[in-house]
Protein backbone atom coordinates (compact mmCIF):
# COMPACT_ATOMS: atom_id res chain seq x y z
CA UNK A 1 0.00 0.00 0.00
CA UNK A 2 1.51 3.38 -0.51
CA UNK A 3 2.17 5.33 2.40
CA UNK A 4 -0.42 7.71 3.75
CA UNK A 5 0.89 10.87 4.69
CA UNK A 6 2.19 11.11 8.30
CA UNK A 7 -1.01 12.72 10.26
CA UNK A 8 -1.04 15.82 12.07
CA UNK A 9 -1.45 14.15 15.51
CA UNK A 10 1.24 12.07 14.91
CA UNK A 11 4.06 14.85 14.31
CA UNK A 12 2.59 16.72 17.14
CA UNK A 13 2.96 14.13 19.64
CA UNK A 14 5.95 12.77 18.35
CA UNK A 15 8.20 15.13 16.70
CA UNK A 16 7.46 17.65 19.56
CA UNK A 17 8.50 14.90 22.02
CA UNK A 18 11.73 15.69 20.41
CA UNK A 19 11.85 18.96 22.52
CA UNK A 20 13.15 17.41 25.66
CA UNK A 21 16.58 17.47 24.41
CA UNK A 22 16.30 21.17 23.60
CA UNK A 23 18.39 23.44 25.15
CA UNK A 24 16.89 25.11 28.11
CA UNK A 25 15.47 28.48 27.70
CA UNK A 26 15.08 30.81 30.45
CA UNK A 27 11.28 31.83 30.89
CA UNK A 28 10.55 35.17 32.54
CA UNK A 29 6.70 36.21 33.65
CA UNK A 30 6.84 38.04 30.39
CA UNK A 31 7.59 35.24 28.34
CA UNK A 32 5.02 33.06 29.81
CA UNK A 33 2.41 35.88 29.32
CA UNK A 34 3.34 36.57 26.15
CA UNK A 35 2.70 33.14 24.71
CA UNK A 36 -0.32 32.49 27.05
CA UNK A 37 -2.02 35.20 25.56
CA UNK A 38 -1.05 33.83 22.16
CA UNK A 39 -2.80 30.81 22.69
CA UNK A 40 -5.83 32.00 24.64
CA UNK A 41 -6.53 34.24 21.18
CA UNK A 42 -6.29 31.31 19.41
CA UNK A 43 -4.06 32.70 16.98
CA UNK A 44 -3.60 31.06 13.88
CA UNK A 45 0.05 29.78 12.28
CA UNK A 46 0.27 32.88 9.93
CA UNK A 47 -0.29 35.38 13.13
CA UNK A 48 1.78 33.56 15.87
CA UNK A 49 4.39 33.71 12.98
CA UNK A 50 4.30 37.60 12.72
CA UNK A 51 3.69 37.95 16.45
CA UNK A 52 6.92 36.21 16.97
CA UNK A 53 8.44 38.48 14.41
CA UNK A 54 8.30 41.50 16.60
CA UNK A 55 9.57 39.57 19.66
CA UNK A 56 13.44 38.52 21.02
CA UNK A 57 15.43 36.45 22.65
CA UNK A 58 13.32 33.69 24.26
CA UNK A 59 9.87 35.16 24.05
CA UNK A 60 10.49 35.05 20.32
CA UNK A 61 11.25 31.25 20.23
CA UNK A 62 8.68 30.33 22.21
CA UNK A 63 5.92 32.44 20.01
CA UNK A 64 7.54 30.32 16.75
CA UNK A 65 7.56 27.26 18.32
CA UNK A 66 3.71 27.65 18.58
CA UNK A 67 3.40 28.83 15.61
CA UNK A 68 5.61 25.73 13.96
CA UNK A 69 2.81 23.59 15.71
CA UNK A 70 0.03 25.60 14.53
CA UNK A 71 1.46 25.34 10.85
CA UNK A 72 1.29 21.62 11.60
CA UNK A 73 -2.26 21.99 12.48
CA UNK A 74 -3.29 23.85 9.41
CA UNK A 75 -1.45 21.94 6.75
CA UNK A 76 0.08 25.21 5.99
CA UNK A 77 3.82 23.65 4.78
CA UNK A 78 5.25 26.44 3.62
CA UNK A 79 4.82 28.60 6.44
CA UNK A 80 6.29 25.54 8.29
CA UNK A 81 9.72 25.28 5.92
CA UNK A 82 9.64 29.31 6.82
CA UNK A 83 9.65 29.48 10.54
CA UNK A 84 12.19 26.09 10.76
CA UNK A 85 14.11 28.42 8.69
CA UNK A 86 14.09 31.43 11.38
CA UNK A 87 14.36 29.11 14.53
CA UNK A 88 17.69 27.65 12.33
CA UNK A 89 19.21 30.85 12.80
CA UNK A 90 18.83 30.83 16.88
CA UNK A 91 21.69 29.05 18.96
CA UNK A 92 19.77 27.72 21.93
CA UNK A 93 17.53 25.37 19.09
CA UNK A 94 17.63 21.53 18.77
CA UNK A 95 18.57 22.00 15.34
CA UNK A 96 18.44 18.42 14.74
CA UNK A 97 14.56 18.27 16.07
CA UNK A 98 14.56 21.79 13.99
CA UNK A 99 15.83 20.30 10.49
CA UNK A 100 13.27 16.79 10.85
CA UNK A 101 10.74 19.16 11.10
CA UNK A 102 12.16 20.88 8.08
CA UNK A 103 12.23 17.42 6.09
CA UNK A 104 9.11 17.18 6.79
CA UNK A 105 7.65 19.92 5.21
CA UNK A 106 9.78 19.87 2.05
CA UNK A 107 8.31 16.45 2.05
CA UNK A 108 5.01 17.64 2.69
CA UNK A 109 5.28 19.87 -0.85
CA UNK A 110 6.60 17.29 -2.75
CA UNK A 111 9.89 18.25 -2.61
CA UNK A 112 11.70 15.23 -2.00
CA UNK A 113 15.06 15.37 -3.43
CA UNK A 114 15.11 18.03 -1.00
CA UNK A 115 13.72 16.29 2.23
CA UNK A 116 16.00 13.23 1.21
CA UNK A 117 19.36 15.40 1.23
CA UNK A 118 17.93 17.24 4.39
CA UNK A 119 17.63 13.67 6.22
CA UNK A 120 20.89 12.46 4.98
CA UNK A 121 22.93 15.45 5.76
CA UNK A 122 21.51 14.42 9.81
CA UNK A 123 23.42 10.93 9.63
CA UNK A 124 26.41 12.05 11.92
CA UNK A 125 24.12 14.12 14.36
CA UNK A 126 21.24 11.50 15.58
CA UNK A 127 22.48 11.28 19.28
CA UNK A 128 18.94 11.36 20.63
CA UNK A 129 17.08 8.24 20.24
CA UNK A 130 13.62 10.47 19.19
CA UNK A 131 15.94 11.85 16.68
CA UNK A 132 16.57 8.47 15.06
CA UNK A 133 13.29 6.86 15.58
CA UNK A 134 11.70 10.01 13.37
CA UNK A 135 14.85 10.21 10.99
CA UNK A 136 14.19 6.76 9.95
CA UNK A 137 10.19 6.81 9.96
CA UNK A 138 10.64 9.73 7.44
CA UNK A 139 12.99 8.30 5.22
CA UNK A 140 10.95 5.31 5.17
CA UNK A 141 8.17 7.24 4.28
CA UNK A 142 9.56 9.25 1.23
CA UNK A 143 10.38 5.74 -0.45
CA UNK A 144 7.46 4.45 0.60
CA UNK A 145 4.87 6.97 -0.98
CA UNK A 146 7.20 6.51 -4.48
CA UNK A 147 5.86 2.93 -4.46
CA UNK A 148 9.46 0.95 -3.16
CA UNK A 149 8.99 -0.72 -0.26
CA UNK A 150 12.24 -2.63 -0.66
CA UNK A 151 13.96 0.74 0.39
CA UNK A 152 11.28 1.89 2.39
CA UNK A 153 10.97 -1.69 4.58
CA UNK A 154 14.96 -1.57 6.38
CA UNK A 155 14.68 2.08 7.27
CA UNK A 156 10.86 0.84 9.11
CA UNK A 157 12.65 -1.99 10.68
CA UNK A 158 15.20 0.43 12.45
CA UNK A 159 12.42 2.60 13.74
CA UNK A 160 10.41 0.63 14.36
CA UNK A 161 13.30 -1.43 16.63
CA UNK A 162 14.41 1.57 18.09
CA UNK A 163 10.41 3.06 18.88
CA UNK A 164 10.17 -0.11 21.12
CA UNK A 165 14.13 -0.28 23.26
CA UNK A 166 13.16 3.63 24.07
CA UNK A 167 9.43 3.62 24.35
CA UNK A 168 8.94 5.94 21.70
CA UNK A 169 5.37 5.88 20.87
CA UNK A 170 4.63 6.67 16.96
CA UNK A 171 0.58 5.63 16.53
CA UNK A 172 1.16 3.91 12.46
CA UNK A 173 4.56 3.01 12.71
CA UNK A 174 3.98 -0.36 12.80
CA UNK A 175 0.95 -0.47 10.81
CA UNK A 176 3.04 1.54 7.87
CA UNK A 177 5.85 -1.40 7.70
CA UNK A 178 3.32 -3.87 7.99
CA UNK A 179 1.72 -2.20 4.78
CA UNK A 180 4.83 -2.17 2.81
CA UNK A 181 6.06 -5.97 3.94
CA UNK A 182 2.83 -7.03 2.72
CA UNK A 183 3.58 -5.83 -1.18
CA UNK A 184 7.53 -7.85 -0.87
CA UNK A 185 7.34 -11.10 -2.78
CA UNK A 186 8.26 -14.19 -1.10
CA UNK A 187 11.54 -14.24 -1.88
CA UNK A 188 11.96 -10.43 -0.95
CA UNK A 189 10.83 -11.37 2.08
CA UNK A 190 13.23 -14.17 2.33
CA UNK A 191 16.18 -11.85 1.90
CA UNK A 192 15.01 -9.65 4.77
CA UNK A 193 15.06 -13.25 7.32
CA UNK A 194 17.80 -12.65 8.97
CA UNK A 195 19.40 -9.94 11.56
CA UNK A 196 17.77 -9.29 14.86
CA UNK A 197 14.64 -11.44 16.26
CA UNK A 198 12.57 -8.35 16.15
CA UNK A 199 12.89 -8.19 12.42
CA UNK A 200 13.09 -11.98 11.81
CA UNK A 201 9.78 -11.91 14.01
CA UNK A 202 8.27 -9.16 11.02
CA UNK A 203 9.48 -11.20 8.33
CA UNK A 204 8.09 -14.70 10.15
CA UNK A 205 4.75 -13.02 10.22
CA UNK A 206 4.23 -12.01 6.39
CA UNK A 207 5.24 -15.13 4.91
CA UNK A 208 3.00 -17.10 7.34
CA UNK A 209 0.05 -14.69 5.76
CA UNK A 210 1.38 -15.38 2.22
CA UNK A 211 2.00 -18.79 2.33
CA UNK A 212 -1.42 -20.00 4.01
CA UNK A 213 -3.36 -17.09 2.52
CA UNK A 214 -5.46 -19.81 1.27
CA UNK A 215 -6.42 -22.06 4.08
CA UNK A 216 -7.48 -20.64 7.09
CA UNK A 217 -6.94 -23.49 9.37
CA UNK A 218 -3.22 -23.82 9.00
CA UNK A 219 -2.90 -19.83 8.58
CA UNK A 220 -4.78 -19.55 12.00
CA UNK A 221 -1.89 -21.80 13.66
CA UNK A 222 0.92 -20.59 12.13
CA UNK A 223 -0.65 -17.49 13.61
CA UNK A 224 -1.04 -18.50 16.94
CA UNK A 225 2.59 -20.64 16.73
CA UNK A 226 3.73 -16.91 15.77
CA UNK A 227 2.49 -15.22 18.69
CA UNK A 228 3.70 -17.78 21.53
CA UNK A 229 7.37 -17.35 19.65
CA UNK A 230 7.46 -13.50 19.84
CA UNK A 231 5.29 -12.98 22.86
CA UNK A 232 6.55 -9.29 23.33
CA UNK A 233 6.82 -8.12 19.32
CA UNK A 234 5.37 -4.99 18.38
CA UNK A 235 3.19 -6.70 15.67
CA UNK A 236 1.16 -8.02 18.24
CA UNK A 237 -0.87 -4.46 17.75
CA UNK A 238 -1.73 -4.78 14.68
CA UNK A 239 -3.02 -8.44 14.56
CA UNK A 240 -6.64 -8.96 14.87
CA UNK A 241 -7.31 -9.53 18.73
CA UNK A 242 -9.84 -12.36 17.61
CA UNK A 243 -8.41 -15.71 15.78
CA UNK A 244 -12.16 -15.40 13.88
CA UNK A 245 -10.98 -12.22 12.30
CA UNK A 246 -8.08 -14.10 10.38
CA UNK A 247 -10.61 -14.98 7.80
CA UNK A 248 -10.21 -11.73 5.98
CA UNK A 249 -7.76 -14.12 3.68
CA UNK A 250 -10.34 -16.80 2.88
CA UNK A 251 -11.04 -17.49 -0.58
CA UNK A 252 -14.68 -16.14 -1.28
CA UNK A 253 -17.17 -19.00 -1.31
CA UNK A 254 -18.92 -18.98 -5.07
CA UNK A 255 -21.64 -20.73 -5.65
CA UNK A 256 -24.34 -18.67 -7.28
CA UNK A 257 -22.47 -16.17 -9.75
CA UNK A 258 -24.54 -13.14 -12.11
CA UNK A 259 -21.90 -11.79 -15.16
CA UNK A 260 -23.38 -8.87 -16.37
CA UNK A 261 -22.85 -8.01 -19.91
CA UNK A 262 -24.60 -6.08 -23.06
CA UNK A 263 -26.90 -8.37 -24.50
CA UNK A 264 -28.72 -5.73 -26.48
CA UNK A 265 -27.84 -2.71 -28.69
CA UNK A 266 -24.66 -1.93 -30.10
CA UNK A 267 -22.33 -3.39 -27.67
CA UNK A 268 -24.08 -6.68 -27.91
CA UNK A 269 -20.66 -8.06 -29.71
CA UNK A 270 -18.76 -7.33 -26.64
CA UNK A 271 -21.58 -9.00 -24.46
CA UNK A 272 -21.02 -12.56 -26.75
CA UNK A 273 -17.10 -12.14 -26.47
CA UNK A 274 -17.50 -11.75 -22.92
CA UNK A 275 -19.83 -14.64 -22.92
CA UNK A 276 -17.99 -16.95 -24.31
CA UNK A 277 -14.89 -16.43 -22.40
CA UNK A 278 -16.79 -16.92 -19.05
CA UNK A 279 -18.65 -20.07 -20.21
CA UNK A 280 -14.76 -21.21 -21.34
CA UNK A 281 -13.41 -20.49 -17.63
CA UNK A 282 -16.42 -22.48 -15.89
CA UNK A 283 -15.87 -25.28 -17.33
CA UNK A 284 -12.53 -25.06 -15.74
CA UNK A 285 -13.93 -23.73 -12.59
CA UNK A 286 -15.53 -25.71 -9.86
CA UNK A 287 -19.56 -26.25 -9.72
CA UNK A 288 -20.75 -22.79 -10.25
CA UNK A 289 -24.30 -21.71 -10.66
CA UNK A 290 -24.61 -18.80 -13.14
CA UNK A 291 -26.92 -16.09 -14.56
CA UNK A 292 -25.81 -13.61 -17.25
CA UNK A 293 -28.31 -10.64 -16.85
CA UNK A 294 -28.00 -7.94 -20.02
CA UNK A 295 -26.40 -4.82 -18.19
CA UNK A 296 -28.32 -2.88 -20.18
CA UNK A 297 -31.30 -3.59 -18.51
CA UNK A 298 -33.53 -0.86 -16.21
CA UNK A 299 -32.17 -0.51 -12.92
CA UNK A 300 -35.09 -2.15 -11.28
CA UNK A 301 -35.09 -5.08 -13.59
CA UNK A 302 -31.61 -5.71 -12.91
CA UNK A 303 -32.11 -5.12 -8.81
CA UNK A 304 -35.08 -7.70 -9.16
CA UNK A 305 -33.01 -10.35 -11.03
CA UNK A 306 -30.07 -10.01 -8.41
CA UNK A 307 -32.59 -10.17 -5.51
CA UNK A 308 -33.92 -13.28 -6.75
CA UNK A 309 -30.62 -15.28 -7.47
CA UNK A 310 -28.94 -13.83 -4.24
CA UNK A 311 -25.29 -14.14 -5.86
CA UNK A 312 -22.33 -14.29 -3.90
CA UNK A 313 -20.58 -12.84 -6.26
CA UNK A 314 -20.89 -10.36 -9.57
CA UNK A 315 -18.64 -9.45 -12.62
CA UNK A 316 -19.86 -6.63 -14.52
CA UNK A 317 -20.89 -4.37 -15.80
CA UNK A 318 -18.83 -4.09 -18.94
CA UNK A 319 -20.12 -0.05 -19.82
CA UNK A 320 -18.80 2.73 -17.56
CA UNK A 321 -22.37 4.03 -18.06
CA UNK A 322 -23.87 0.87 -16.78
CA UNK A 323 -21.61 0.78 -13.88
CA UNK A 324 -22.53 4.52 -12.62
CA UNK A 325 -26.11 3.55 -12.70
CA UNK A 326 -25.81 0.64 -10.52
CA UNK A 327 -23.58 2.01 -8.23
CA UNK A 328 -26.05 5.16 -7.42
CA UNK A 329 -28.77 2.57 -6.79
CA UNK A 330 -26.25 0.68 -4.19
CA UNK A 331 -26.92 -2.56 -6.21
CA UNK A 332 -23.49 -3.83 -5.75
CA UNK A 333 -23.36 -2.24 -2.21
CA UNK A 334 -23.23 -5.60 -0.18
CA UNK A 335 -21.95 -8.07 -2.65
CA UNK A 336 -18.54 -8.84 -3.86
CA UNK A 337 -18.15 -7.61 -7.54
CA UNK A 338 -15.69 -6.99 -10.18
CA UNK A 339 -16.45 -4.16 -12.50
CA UNK A 340 -15.06 -5.01 -16.19
CA UNK A 341 -13.80 -1.30 -16.99
CA UNK A 342 -13.18 1.51 -14.11
CA UNK A 343 -14.81 4.00 -12.48
CA UNK A 344 -14.44 7.64 -11.97
CA UNK A 345 -15.12 8.25 -8.45
CA UNK A 346 -14.13 5.97 -5.21
CA UNK A 347 -15.35 2.64 -4.88
CA UNK A 348 -18.32 1.53 -2.60
CA UNK A 349 -17.02 -1.03 -0.79
CA UNK A 350 -13.13 -2.85 -0.45
CA UNK A 351 -14.96 -6.12 -1.96
CA UNK A 352 -15.25 -4.14 -5.16
CA UNK A 353 -12.72 -4.73 -7.70
CA UNK A 354 -11.99 -3.22 -11.42
CA UNK A 355 -10.65 -4.95 -14.08
CA UNK A 356 -10.01 -2.75 -17.69
CA UNK A 357 -7.76 -2.95 -20.54
CA UNK A 358 -6.05 0.37 -20.21
CA UNK A 359 -3.65 1.28 -22.17
CA UNK A 360 -1.66 3.31 -19.70
CA UNK A 361 -0.87 -0.12 -18.32
CA UNK A 362 1.26 -0.93 -21.64
CA UNK A 363 2.66 2.61 -21.58
CA UNK A 364 3.59 2.47 -18.07
CA UNK A 365 5.54 -1.39 -19.04
CA UNK A 366 7.09 0.54 -22.27
CA UNK A 367 8.95 4.00 -19.92
CA UNK A 368 9.98 1.01 -17.47
CA UNK A 369 11.66 -1.18 -19.93
CA UNK A 370 12.96 1.67 -21.61
CA UNK A 371 15.26 3.21 -18.54
CA UNK A 372 16.27 -0.08 -17.70
CA UNK A 373 17.67 -0.49 -20.80
CA UNK A 374 19.61 2.90 -20.44
CA UNK A 375 17.39 4.72 -23.28
CA UNK A 376 17.64 8.56 -22.43
CA UNK A 377 15.59 10.37 -25.29
CA UNK A 378 12.38 8.87 -26.04
CA UNK A 379 10.49 9.85 -29.65
CA UNK A 380 6.72 9.27 -29.31
CA UNK A 381 4.18 9.12 -32.03
CA UNK A 382 1.09 9.19 -31.81
CA UNK A 383 -2.47 10.40 -33.17
CA UNK A 384 -4.12 13.59 -32.71
CA UNK A 385 -6.75 12.78 -30.82
CA UNK A 386 -8.42 12.05 -27.36
CA UNK A 387 -6.95 9.09 -26.67
CA UNK A 388 -3.17 10.12 -28.39
CA UNK A 389 -3.37 12.60 -25.96
CA UNK A 390 -3.83 11.27 -23.16
CA UNK A 391 -1.58 8.41 -23.24
CA UNK A 392 1.16 11.01 -24.75
CA UNK A 393 0.44 12.61 -21.16
CA UNK A 394 0.49 10.09 -19.70
CA UNK A 395 3.68 8.75 -20.74
CA UNK A 396 5.40 12.59 -20.21
CA UNK A 397 3.94 12.72 -16.62
CA UNK A 398 5.76 9.50 -15.35
CA UNK A 399 8.74 9.61 -17.90
CA UNK A 400 9.35 13.16 -16.01
CA UNK A 401 9.52 11.51 -12.11
CA UNK A 402 12.56 9.45 -13.70
CA UNK A 403 14.13 11.79 -15.76
CA UNK A 404 15.47 15.49 -16.29
CA UNK A 405 14.93 15.17 -20.27
CA UNK A 406 11.74 15.47 -22.38
CA UNK A 407 10.62 12.98 -24.31
CA UNK A 408 10.07 14.26 -28.41
CA UNK A 409 6.81 14.32 -29.02
CA UNK A 410 5.11 13.77 -33.03
CA UNK A 411 0.86 13.82 -33.15
CA UNK A 412 -0.11 13.11 -36.95
CA UNK A 413 -3.63 13.96 -37.76
CA UNK A 414 -4.37 11.50 -40.58
CA UNK A 415 -1.80 9.13 -42.58
CA UNK A 416 -1.17 12.38 -45.35
CA UNK A 417 0.19 14.05 -42.25
CA UNK A 418 2.41 11.26 -40.83
CA UNK A 419 5.68 11.83 -43.59
CA UNK A 420 5.86 15.41 -42.54
CA UNK A 421 6.01 14.73 -38.94
CA UNK A 422 8.23 12.12 -38.53
CA UNK A 423 10.68 14.28 -40.81
CA UNK A 424 9.93 17.48 -38.44
CA UNK A 425 10.85 15.68 -35.71
CA UNK A 426 13.72 13.98 -37.20
CA UNK A 427 14.96 16.59 -38.82
CA UNK A 428 15.34 15.21 -42.38
CA UNK A 429 13.85 18.18 -43.87
CA UNK A 430 16.86 20.56 -42.27
CA UNK A 431 19.43 17.74 -43.73
CA UNK A 432 17.48 18.06 -47.39
CA UNK A 433 17.92 21.60 -47.08
CA UNK A 434 21.60 21.62 -46.34
CA UNK A 435 22.36 19.79 -49.18
CA UNK A 436 20.10 22.12 -51.96
CA UNK A 437 22.09 24.24 -50.68
CA UNK A 438 25.57 22.79 -51.09
CA UNK A 439 24.26 21.44 -54.62
CA UNK A 440 23.77 24.59 -55.84
CA UNK A 441 27.33 26.01 -54.90
CA UNK A 442 28.63 23.51 -57.51
CA UNK A 443 28.31 22.70 -60.90
CA UNK A 444 28.80 19.26 -60.87
CA UNK A 445 26.57 16.13 -59.45
CA UNK A 446 27.27 15.73 -55.70
CA UNK A 447 26.60 12.81 -54.09
CA UNK A 448 24.79 13.17 -50.70
CA UNK A 449 22.37 11.45 -48.56
CA UNK A 450 20.21 12.80 -45.73
CA UNK A 451 20.65 12.69 -42.21
CA UNK A 452 18.55 12.42 -39.36
CA UNK A 453 18.88 13.20 -36.06
CA UNK A 454 21.21 11.40 -33.76
CA UNK A 455 20.10 12.20 -30.09
CA UNK A 456 16.94 9.90 -30.58
CA UNK A 457 17.64 6.73 -29.12
CA UNK A 458 13.85 4.55 -29.02
CA UNK A 459 10.82 5.38 -30.85
CA UNK A 460 7.46 4.28 -29.04
CA UNK A 461 4.42 4.37 -31.39
CA UNK A 462 1.03 4.54 -30.22
CA UNK A 463 -0.87 4.00 -33.02
CA UNK A 464 -3.64 1.61 -34.32
CA UNK A 465 -2.01 -1.44 -36.32
CA UNK A 466 -3.22 0.43 -39.71
CA UNK A 467 -1.46 3.65 -38.36
CA UNK A 468 1.86 1.24 -37.36
CA UNK A 469 1.92 -0.06 -40.40
CA UNK A 470 2.09 3.16 -42.61
CA UNK A 471 4.85 4.52 -40.05
CA UNK A 472 7.17 2.49 -39.68
CA UNK A 473 8.29 2.26 -43.79
CA UNK A 474 8.47 6.04 -43.04
CA UNK A 475 11.02 5.67 -39.79
CA UNK A 476 13.16 2.90 -41.90
CA UNK A 477 13.51 5.22 -45.04
CA UNK A 478 14.31 8.30 -42.84
CA UNK A 479 16.66 7.14 -40.04
CA UNK A 480 20.35 8.04 -41.64
CA UNK A 481 21.98 5.09 -42.43
CA UNK A 482 25.42 6.82 -40.34
CA UNK A 483 23.20 6.74 -37.66
CA UNK A 484 22.90 3.36 -35.57
CA UNK A 485 19.61 1.98 -36.01
CA UNK A 486 16.39 3.31 -33.72
CA UNK A 487 15.15 0.67 -31.68
CA UNK A 488 10.84 0.97 -32.64
CA UNK A 489 8.37 -0.29 -29.90
CA UNK A 490 4.84 -0.27 -29.93
CA UNK A 491 1.41 -1.12 -28.09
CA UNK A 492 -0.60 -4.11 -28.42
CA UNK A 493 -3.00 -1.72 -31.18
CA UNK A 494 -0.22 -1.99 -33.12
CA UNK A 495 -0.84 -5.77 -33.39
CA UNK A 496 -3.62 -7.64 -35.26
CA UNK A 497 -4.17 -11.38 -35.70
CA UNK A 498 -6.39 -11.32 -38.21
CA UNK A 499 -3.78 -8.57 -40.25
CA UNK A 500 -0.98 -10.75 -39.61
CA UNK A 501 -2.76 -13.91 -41.52
CA UNK A 502 -1.41 -12.29 -44.81
CA UNK A 503 1.16 -8.69 -43.30
CA UNK A 504 4.11 -8.81 -41.44
CA UNK A 505 6.62 -7.97 -43.42
CA UNK A 506 6.61 -4.17 -43.20
CA UNK A 507 7.04 -4.00 -39.33
CA UNK A 508 10.03 -6.52 -39.42
CA UNK A 509 11.79 -5.78 -35.74
CA UNK A 510 9.22 -3.66 -33.81
CA UNK A 511 8.57 -4.37 -30.40
CA UNK A 512 5.23 -4.69 -29.03
CA UNK A 513 3.58 -5.47 -25.67
CA UNK A 514 0.35 -8.27 -25.99
CA UNK A 515 -1.76 -9.85 -24.29
CA UNK A 516 -0.26 -13.98 -23.79
CA UNK A 517 -3.68 -15.22 -25.74
CA UNK A 518 -3.14 -12.94 -28.68
CA UNK A 519 0.46 -13.84 -28.97
CA UNK A 520 1.43 -17.64 -31.40
CA UNK A 521 3.44 -20.61 -29.77
CA UNK A 522 2.00 -20.12 -26.63
CA UNK A 523 2.42 -24.09 -25.43
CA UNK A 524 -0.13 -24.22 -22.55
CA UNK A 525 -3.11 -21.88 -24.34
CA UNK A 526 -2.81 -24.53 -27.24
CA UNK A 527 -5.63 -26.79 -26.85
CA UNK A 528 -8.19 -23.87 -25.79
CA UNK A 529 -7.07 -22.09 -28.77
CA UNK A 530 -7.93 -24.88 -30.87
CA UNK A 531 -11.19 -25.11 -29.73
CA UNK A 532 -11.92 -21.57 -29.61
CA UNK A 533 -10.24 -20.85 -33.53
CA UNK A 534 -12.80 -23.66 -34.60
CA UNK A 535 -15.93 -22.16 -33.18
CA UNK A 536 -15.21 -18.12 -34.05
CA UNK A 537 -12.54 -18.59 -36.68
CA UNK A 538 -12.72 -14.88 -37.73
CA UNK A 539 -13.34 -12.99 -34.49
CA UNK A 540 -12.02 -9.72 -34.56
CA UNK A 541 -9.22 -8.49 -32.21
CA UNK A 542 -11.08 -7.06 -29.77
CA UNK A 543 -13.64 -9.78 -29.14
CA UNK A 544 -10.37 -11.73 -28.90
CA UNK A 545 -9.06 -9.39 -25.99
CA UNK A 546 -12.60 -9.55 -24.07
CA UNK A 547 -12.78 -13.17 -24.11
CA UNK A 548 -9.45 -13.42 -22.30
CA UNK A 549 -10.68 -11.11 -19.77
CA UNK A 550 -14.09 -12.55 -19.44
CA UNK A 551 -11.83 -15.71 -19.13
CA UNK A 552 -9.42 -14.80 -16.67
CA UNK A 553 -12.38 -12.95 -14.52
CA UNK A 554 -13.70 -15.85 -13.64
CA UNK A 555 -10.57 -17.89 -12.74
CA UNK A 556 -9.18 -14.85 -10.75
CA UNK A 557 -11.90 -15.34 -8.30
CA UNK A 558 -10.80 -18.23 -5.90
CA UNK A 559 -7.49 -15.76 -5.63
CA UNK A 560 -8.94 -12.49 -6.02
CA UNK A 561 -8.79 -11.47 -2.22
CA UNK A 562 -5.55 -12.39 -1.54
CA UNK A 563 -3.99 -10.52 -4.31
CA UNK A 564 -5.78 -7.29 -3.22
CA UNK A 565 -4.12 -8.20 0.39
CA UNK A 566 -1.04 -8.65 -0.99
CA UNK A 567 -0.35 -6.59 -3.93
CA UNK A 568 3.46 -7.91 -4.46
CA UNK A 569 1.71 -11.20 -5.72
CA UNK A 570 0.74 -12.44 -9.70
CA UNK A 571 -1.72 -14.22 -11.39
CA UNK A 572 -0.56 -15.43 -14.48
CA UNK A 573 -3.80 -15.13 -17.04
CA UNK A 574 -4.24 -15.59 -20.10
CA UNK A 575 -4.52 -11.49 -20.43
CA UNK A 576 -1.43 -10.91 -18.59
CA UNK A 577 -0.33 -11.23 -15.45
CA UNK A 578 -2.52 -9.83 -13.03
CA UNK A 579 -1.89 -7.74 -9.63
CA UNK A 580 -4.30 -5.98 -7.79
CA UNK A 581 -3.49 -2.28 -6.27
CA UNK A 582 -4.98 -0.53 -3.02
CA UNK A 583 -7.66 0.58 -4.48
CA UNK A 584 -9.48 -2.38 -6.08
CA UNK A 585 -7.99 -2.13 -9.53
CA UNK A 586 -6.29 -5.13 -11.57
CA UNK A 587 -3.05 -4.31 -13.19
CA UNK A 588 -2.06 -6.07 -16.24
CA UNK A 589 1.80 -6.89 -16.71
CA UNK A 590 1.70 -7.88 -20.75
CA UNK A 591 4.31 -10.08 -22.80
CA UNK A 592 6.82 -8.88 -25.22
CA UNK A 593 7.30 -10.03 -28.70
CA UNK A 594 8.98 -8.93 -31.69
CA UNK A 595 8.31 -9.09 -35.58
CA UNK A 596 11.33 -11.28 -36.76
CA UNK A 597 11.70 -12.58 -40.33
CA UNK A 598 7.95 -12.70 -41.11
CA UNK A 599 7.37 -14.58 -37.80
CA UNK A 600 6.28 -13.08 -34.06
CA UNK A 601 8.68 -14.49 -31.42
CA UNK A 602 7.66 -13.49 -28.09
CA UNK A 603 10.76 -12.09 -26.28
CA UNK A 604 12.28 -11.11 -22.81
CA UNK A 605 13.31 -7.83 -22.23
CA UNK A 606 14.91 -6.04 -19.70
CA UNK A 607 12.73 -4.41 -16.94
CA UNK A 608 12.93 -3.45 -13.38
CA UNK A 609 11.26 -0.36 -11.07
CA UNK A 610 12.65 2.92 -12.07
CA UNK A 611 14.32 5.07 -9.68
CA UNK A 612 12.45 8.84 -9.27
CA UNK A 613 14.79 11.48 -9.86
CA UNK A 614 14.69 13.15 -6.40
CA UNK A 615 16.09 9.94 -5.26
CA UNK A 616 18.79 9.90 -8.18
CA UNK A 617 19.94 13.61 -7.16
CA UNK A 618 20.47 12.22 -3.09
CA UNK A 619 22.24 9.13 -4.36
CA UNK A 620 24.94 11.23 -5.92
CA UNK A 621 25.64 13.64 -3.34
CA UNK A 622 25.60 10.49 -1.04
CA UNK A 623 28.42 9.03 -3.56
CA UNK A 624 30.21 12.50 -3.89
CA UNK A 625 30.24 12.88 0.00
Given at each position: MRLKLVSLLIILSGLSACSTTEKPIKSSDSVSNTVDTAKNQTLNAQSLYQLALNRQGADKIQLLYSARDAAITQSDWSLLATICNDLELTPQVDQVQNRLYYA????????????????????????????????????????ASQNLPKRAVPYFFRASESATKNNIAIAELNHDLWENLKQLSTYALERFNRGTVQQQGWVNLALYYKVYANSEIELEQAINNWR??????????????????????????????????????????FGNALKAGALAA??????????????????????????????DFIIGPLLKGNIDKLANAHTFINTPTLHLNSIDTDRESSQHYFFALSPEHEVQQALEHFLATGYQKPMLLAPNNANGQRLVEYFQTQWQRYSEIKPQIGFYDNKQDMPNTITNLLEVDTSKERINIIKSLFKKEVESE?????????????????????????????????????????????????????????????????????????????????????????????????FAMAYDSVLILPQIKQLSAQPGNQYNGISGKLSINDYGYIKRELEWAQYKNRQIKVVELKTAQPIPLFMQSAENINTVN
Amino acid sequence: MRLKLVSLLIILSGLSACSTTEKPIKSSDSVSNTVDTAKNQTLNAQSLYQLALNRQGADKIQLLYSARDAAITQSDWSLLATICNDLELTPQVDQVQNRLYYAYAQKQLGKNSEALSILTSLDDTLREPEHFVWHQYLTAGIYASQNLPKRAVPYFFRASESATKNNIAIAELNHDLWENLKQLSTYALERFNRGTVQQQGWVNLALYYKVYANSEIELEQAINNWRRKYIDHPAHAILPKKTDELIDLTPYNIQRLVFLTPETGANQHFGNALKAGALAALDKAKEIDTLFIDENLTVEEINNKIKDFAPDFIIGPLLKGNIDKLANAHTFINTPTLHLNSIDTDRESSQHYFFALSPEHEVQQALEHFLATGYQKPMLLAPNNANGQRLVEYFQTQWQRYSEIKPQIGFYDNKQDMPNTITNLLEVDTSKERINIIKSLFKKEVESETRSRSDIDVIYILGDTTETRLIKPYLDVNVSTFADKIPLYASSKSHSKQIDKTDKGDLDGLYFTELPWMLPDQVTLKSLRSVYNSLWPDQADISQRLFAMAYDSVLILPQIKQLSAQPGNQYNGISGKLSINDYGYIKRELEWAQYKNRQIKVVELKTAQPIPLFMQSAENINTVN
